[in-house]
């Protein structure tokens, strides 16, 4: 497609993109207003601890100070012990590639011949990606330890995120290949990092109407995944059952239907989630040989039908809490993993519908 043809249907893409992040955009006002009420907790908190330590004579710095060195030991620990399982976890993925893509390969031969489109009577497949878009915002510091002066050296915290996108050299398809690293290191609170990785489809209406009984979104995903929770303070603890990190597929369909766009929310599916410590692991998914059942009807042009358009979303976060907090979600190229996404098949079957009124 064309820049000319991509800038026709900006806004018909722009909906689509609202839908699915209708549901996690929250307010930077209230955030910023929560990140304040919780730093005047913190302060509240320290100020009781130290009027108790004056009203009971007690000198905090030789405690604090044992505790530095103690944290710092185990700051070194945890980092060998992580850097150990993942390198484990990492290992157990490339021996299972030779099976992942063996799978794939067998998903391309099997759909090879089945070049479904507008004039098939059984299936229409988004494949053609007009457009695509990777956004990646690493975790940011929002209050660092709040005995800080006491720990020596104070280390900021480490983060990165990548979103890339690469068209599958082999097969119709796109690699997606997110990444989050966090190492929270003297960093008390922080907010999540994220991915955000979008790929737009169009397609001919078809002759005739058709209606949709099943959807089938043709991925495959490898990755490693492993999380260590912070120490928040000597006050609060992170809760093991909090689920701190996702990965989520969402689905957006839209038409021109007599000359006007619409678009509407197709399916959402929870890909990965994790809670607590998790030692490293493989992250493995498989939906190509999983259909979703629907009920609707795609206009064709005897009908007033347009063009058809597809949004296919995966969104990436993870959710670190309290000082050394360690997080690493990966399905970098680097070790031949990823997300494959071969496109967005709707199967039924052509419809006659009554005479238009």
Request: charged share 25%.
């Given at each position: 497609?064309?820049?000319?043809?991509?800038?026709?249907?900006?806004?018909?893409?722009?909906?689509?993109?609202?839908?699915?992040?209708?549901?996690?955009?929250?307010?930077?006002?209230?955030?910023?207003?929560?990140?304040?009420?919780?730093?005047?907790?913190?302060?509240?908190?320290?100020?009781?601890?130290?009027?108790?330590?004056?009203?009971?004579?007690?000198?905090?710095?030789?405690?604090?100070?044992?505790?530095?060195?103690?944290?710092?030991?185990?700051?070194?620990?945890?980092?060998?012990?992580?850097?150990?399982?993942?390198?484990?976890?990492?290992?157990?993925?490339?021996?299972?590639?030779?099976?992942?893509?063996?799978?794939?390969?067998?998903?391309?031969?099997?759909?090879?011949?089945?070049?479904?489109?507008?004039?098939?009577?059984?299936?229409?497949?988004?494949?053609?990606?007009?457009?695509?878009?990777?956004?990646?915002?690493?975790?940011?510091?929002?209050?660092?330890?709040?005995?800080?002066?006491?720990?020596?050296?104070?280390?900021?915290?480490?983060?990165?995120?990548?979103?890339?996108?690469?068209?599958?050299?082999?097969?119709?398809?796109?690699?997606?290949?997110?990444?989050?690293?966090?190492?929270?290191?003297?960093?008390?609170?922080?907010?999540?990092?994220?991915?955000?990785?979008?790929?737009?489809?169009?397609?001919d209406p078809p002759a005739v109407s058709f209606g949709v009984q099943n959807v089938?979104?043709?991925?495959?995903?490898?990755?490693?995944?492993?999380?260590?929770?912070?120490?928040?303070?000597?006050?609060?603890?992170?809760?093991?059952?909090?689920?701190?990190?996702?990965?989520?597929?969402?689905?957006?369909?839209?038409?021109?239907?007599?000359?006007?766009?619409?678009?509407?929310?197709?399916?959402?599916?929870?890909?990965?989630?994790?809670?607590?410590?998790?030692?490293?692991?493989?992250?493995?998914?498989?939906?190509?040989?999983?259909?979703?059942?629907?009920?609707?009807?795609?206009?064709?042009?005897?009908?007033?039908?347009?063009?058809?358009?597809?949004?296919?979303?995966?969104?990436?976060?993870?959710?670190?809490?309290?000082?050394?907090?360690?997080?690493?979600?990966?399905?970098?190229?680097?070790?031949?993993?990823?997300?494959?996404?071969?496109?967005?098949?709707?199967?039924?079957?052509?419809?006659?519908?009554?005479?238009?009124?």
């Amino acid at each position: 497609m064309t820049r000319d043809q991509k800038q026709e249907h900006a806004d018909i893409l722009e909906e689509m993109l609202q839908l699915t992040r209708s549901d996690f955009e929250s307010s930077e006002e209230l955030q910023e207003l929560r990140d304040q009420a919780a730093a005047e907790r913190t302060e509240t908190q320290l100020n009781v601890l130290q009027a108790i330590a004056e009203q009971a004579n007690v000198d905090l710095r030789p405690i604090l100070e044992a505790e530095r060195d103690t944290r710092l030991e185990r700051r070194r620990h945890i980092a060998e012990t992580l850097a150990r399982r993942e390198a484990e976890a990492r290992r157990r993925a490339n021996q299972e590639q030779e099976h992942f893509h063996r799978i794939r390969g067998k998903y391309r031969d099997e759909f090879a011949g089945i070049l479904a489109g507008p004039g098939d009577t059984t299936q229409l497949k988004f494949r053609d990606v007009i457009s695509s878009q990777g956004n990646a915002l690493p975790a940011t510091c929002t209050e660092m330890d709040p005995w800080e002066g006491f720990w020596e050296p104070t280390i900021g915290m480490d983060t990165i995120a990548t979103a890339d996108i690469v068209t599958s050299p082999d097969t119709p398809g796109v690699w997606l290949h997110p990444k989050i690293d966090i190492d929270t290191n003297s960093c008390n609170r922080q907010r999540p990092a994220k991915t955000e990785q979008n790929l737009f489809y169009r397609m001919d209406p078809p002759a005739v109407s058709f209606g949709v009984q099943n959807v089938r979104v043709d991925l495959i995903a490898n990755g490693v995944f492993s999380s260590h929770l912070g120490d928040p303070g000597i006050i609060v603890s992170a809760d093991p059952l909090w689920p701190h990190t996702h990965v989520k597929l969402d689905v957006v369909i839209g038409q021109t239907i007599d000359n006007h766009e619409y678009s509407w929310p197709l399916m959402s599916v929870p890909l990965f989630e994790a809670h607590g410590n998790v030692d490293g692991r493989q992250i493995r998914v498989l939906l190509s040989g999983e259909t979703f059942p629907f009920n609707f009807h795609v206009l064709g042009t005897d009908r007033g039908g347009g063009d058809l358009f597809c949004l296919v979303q995966v969104r990436c976060s993870t959710q670190t809490t309290g000082t050394d907090a360690r997080a690493l979600l990966d399905f970098g190229a680097a070790d031949g993993h990823g997300i494959f996404v071969g496109g967005v098949a709707l199967i039924g079957a052509s419809a006659i519908l009554g005479p238009r009124r």
